[in-house]
């Protein structure tokens, strides 16, 4: 057998392993055993995980890796497929649809992807589960975000009561890491090691004091972020500096940006143009964002946040990479995702906005996340992590909470009855669950059962739940043995009751697939049934979908904009699938803003370009991006399930406002979009030209269309439609009209 240690260390440009790898080996990483890694942000744990990857692969096991966002799936497929598939290890991300089982994923050895695409796997059953020998969980300490930590629970609970894997957890320095290692029966250790040391520092006015007696003065300037960026250009170096807001991140980069230009070479500004050019053309159509940001751009720096499209943040961190743009202002989520390290990090805004607490500090793992930024590996032999403070006083208590602090302990977030719905129903539809003894059986085996440890307060929540679920029709309860009726139980007690017996109805197995909340799926079937006695428009579909858990935050609703949504309300009453709130209950505010963002959508169908709708909601391209996708798949869902109720012709209308929804068109262009390369700006071109219908491309001379299109994509519709482009004359192939034609019919036998 080939020896596992020298691959990995072959095809990583390494003479040996660092301490973290070394102490990883030593723990019996290589002979299975689980085990649990705390160290800092760019410390080597990635090479540990390779490390135990190709030791299952050579075993003839499938390695799952699993990371908690889209970017850093695709980082790590990258490498992985880069470094390994020389050996035969194939490599495969899976991140996408929520609703496939993506069966090909059975000829690959490491699976990248996220908590939530794995969850969903497991939902439609995997034929290849019993060959998974590693499970690989990346920033593992993620078990305490609200949002993503208590999927990421329940899939590590499911894959350990199902095959029991060897486990690899991968964390930032955390203080109850050895509480994670108890939960997963692993070995453990925390480590402060990094090939790159952070020098850390505190910045008050133009002094940068750091560890030990060590100061630097930085140039002078109203604004601090302006003089450590030119002191760290002066040094020939990069920075990046968060701030707590979108807006403070544009409105820093706007500043260095007016500074470093004049510090440039022309061969410099010659690059950062083109990169700018580039920047400015990520859409169609170049809204203020754009041009904003492609202005910071030209003077070699970047704002980086969740408003941009992928495209935008993917150009940026390339050229960011390269050393083409020397500074990025970002939002903190930035630190949690891709690997871009910089020489010199800033963190300008120590505290951020909370609805209960007001301005707080920022939590102490999430600044040394920021902190673990500064430092590239194989560039640098020290990184500085600068914090800022008004004062003395204020940088004393800083140093002392986030310099000298210890990081705060990982909590379990899964006792909330939101989460309890999707997971449970999702572990009685895969058969997993059978009685409310697995149920409490299971959930004792969760890192929440193994933090409280008593399961009293999750009992009464899952009795409510499983109620709920039943109500709904989603699973059906027989009686048996009891439960015992002390309120103040332990998990072994309860376990010992077998409880009711738990079956998934056929419509529940379908939700739980969906992979949307069970309420979102009984409000869509009410709203269904309701649409089939009215009118059935856009305005009530779309509102349906916005009014959903999965569509959360929804947009606010400004005092100056009531009047304008409640006249919008009024005139659509009979067409919203259900009951107005009164003004004066409570569901009226939620009701209004899922109208309110109803109207957002709705102006995207209407073909308002992205700048209009920045001005009009608010709302930048990127999270414009995010909504669209979220209503997208809702939009899916709520077509599968008026499948499921055979009502076709609600069918038919939701599938042309999904249609509607992601091209950003009006429904006479429908036919158009149909058409690979036609998107809403061709085809909008085309209709007032007089081309409405696929027999009208048909008709279209190929010299016409392509003095309107270009060579190659007039070409490309030819073809699509059955037409020579040389000799425009009609082809007897199967075409596109009759493909769309067998499509319908096959959509009307499911």
Request: aromatic share 8%; net charge neutral; proline share 3%.
């Amino acid at each position: 057998m080939q020896n596992v240690k020298q691959i990995v260390l072959e095809r990583s440009g390494f003479d040996d392993f660092n301490p973290v790898q070394q102490q990883a080996l030593a723990k019996g990483l290589l002979e299975g055993r689980n085990l649990v890694v705390a160290a800092p942000t760019a410390s080597g744990k990635t090479l540990v995980a390779e490390l135990a990857a190709v030791n299952a692969f050579l075993s003839g096991k499938k390695s799952v890796y699993i990371v908690p966002l889209k970017a850093l799936a695709s980082e790590k497929y990258e490498e992985f497929n880069e470094k390994y598939s020389s050996i035969g290890m194939r490599t495969a991300m899976s991140i996408g649809d929520l609703d496939e089982s993506d069966p090909w994923l059975g000829k690959y050895d490491v699976i990248i992807a996220t908590s939530e695409k794995m969850d969903s796997l497991l939902r439609h059953g995997l034929e290849w589960l019993d060959r998974i020998g590693l499970l690989v969980v990346d920033e593992i300490h993620l078990l305490d975000d609200p949002g993503r930590g208590p999927t990421l629970e329940i899939t590590i609970t499911k894959l350990l009561s199902m095959i029991k894997p060897q486990i690899l957890g991968l964390s930032a320095t955390i203080s109850n890491y050895e509480e994670i290692a108890a939960w997963l029966n692993a070995d453990c250790f925390r480590t402060d090691y990094r090939p790159v040391k952070v020098e850390k520092g505190i910045a008050i006015n133009n002094i940068i004091y750091f560890e030990g007696e060590r100061k630097n003065e930085i140039p002078s300037s109203d604004e601090q972020s302006v003089g450590i960026s030119l002191d760290t250009i002066k040094n020939d170096k990069q920075i990046i500096i968060f701030a707590s807001t979108r807006r403070g991140a544009e409105a820093t980069a706007e500043k260095v940006s007016d500074h470093i230009k004049k510090k440039l070479s022309e061969d410099e500004r010659m690059q950062l143009s083109k990169i700018a050019d580039e920047v400015a053309h990520a859409l169609d159509r170049p809204t203020k964002q754009c041009k904003r940001l492609a202005a910071c751009v030209r003077g070699g720096a970047a704002f980086h946040h969740a408003g941009l499209v992928a495209k935008q943040r993917s150009i940026i961190e390339r050229y960011f990479k390269e050393g083409k743009i020397k500074m990025i202002s970002a939002t903190p989520t930035l630190a949690a995702g891709i690997n871009l390290p910089a020489w010199r990090v800033f963190i300008k805004d120590m505290k951020r906005f909370s609805g209960f607490r007001g301005m707080d500090y920022l939590p102490v793992l999430e600044v040394q996340q920021m902190m673990g930024r500064s430092g590239r590996p194989k560039f640098d032999k020290t990184g500085e992590a600068i914090l800022s403070a008004k004062d003395e006083n204020e940088a004393e208590k800083i140093w002392e909470k986030y310099i000298n602090g210890e990081p705060e302990k990982i909590q379990s977030k899964l006792g909330v009855e939101p989460v309890l719905r999707m997971h449970t129903l999702a572990l009685v539809a895969s058969g997993l669950i059978t009685t409310e003894h697995n149920l409490i059986d299971f959930f004792s085996r969760t890192f929440y059962a193994h933090q409280y440890g008593d399961l009293t307060e999750l009992r009464k929540t899952l009795d409510k739940v499983l109620a709920l679920l039943e109500g709904f029709g989603f699973i059906k309860m027989a009686e048996s043995k009891k439960a015992d009726d002390n309120p103040f139980v332990t998990a072994k007690d309860m376990i010992a009751n077998e409880g009711n017996s738990i079956e998934a109805t056929a419509i529940g197995k379908r939700v739980s697939e969906l992979y949307i909340d069970p309420i979102t799926a009984h409000d869509f079937i009410e709203g269904i049934n309701s649409f089939s006695r009215k009118k059935i428009t856009p305005v009530g579909i779309v509102q349906l979908v916005c009014n959903t858990m999965e569509m959360m935050p929804l947009l606010s609703v400004r005092r100056a904009e009531m009047k304008n949504i409640e006249s919008m309300i009024a005139s659509n009453a009979e067409y919203f699938a259900n009951d107005i709130p009164n003004p004066w209950e409570m569901d009226y505010d939620d009701f209004m803003k899922s109208v309110k963002t109803a109207m957002l959508i709705g102006s995207w169908m209407e073909e308002s370009g992205e700048d209009a709708i920045l001005d009009s909601f608010n709302v930048t391209p990127g999270e414009l991006r995010a909504r669209l996708d979220n209503a997208d798949w809702l939009s899916y869902a709520l077509s599968e399930l008026c499948m499921i109720l055979d009502k076709k012709n609600i069918l038919k209308e939701v599938r042309k406002i999904r249609l509607r929804m992601k091209y950003g068109i009006k429904e006479e262009l429908l036919p158009l979009v149909q058409i690979k390369g036609i998107g809403r700006v061709r085809a909008r071109m085309l209709y007032t030209s007089g081309i409405r219908t696929i027999d009208d491309l048909k008709k279209m001379p190929y010299e016409r269309l392509r003095k309107m299109l270009g060579e190659k994509t007039a070409k490309a519709i030819k073809e699509q439609v059955g037409e020579s482009a040389s000799s425009d004359r009609k082809s007897d192939d199967f075409g596109l009209g009759n493909f769309m034609k067998a499509s319908e019919a096959n959509d009307n036998q499911k």
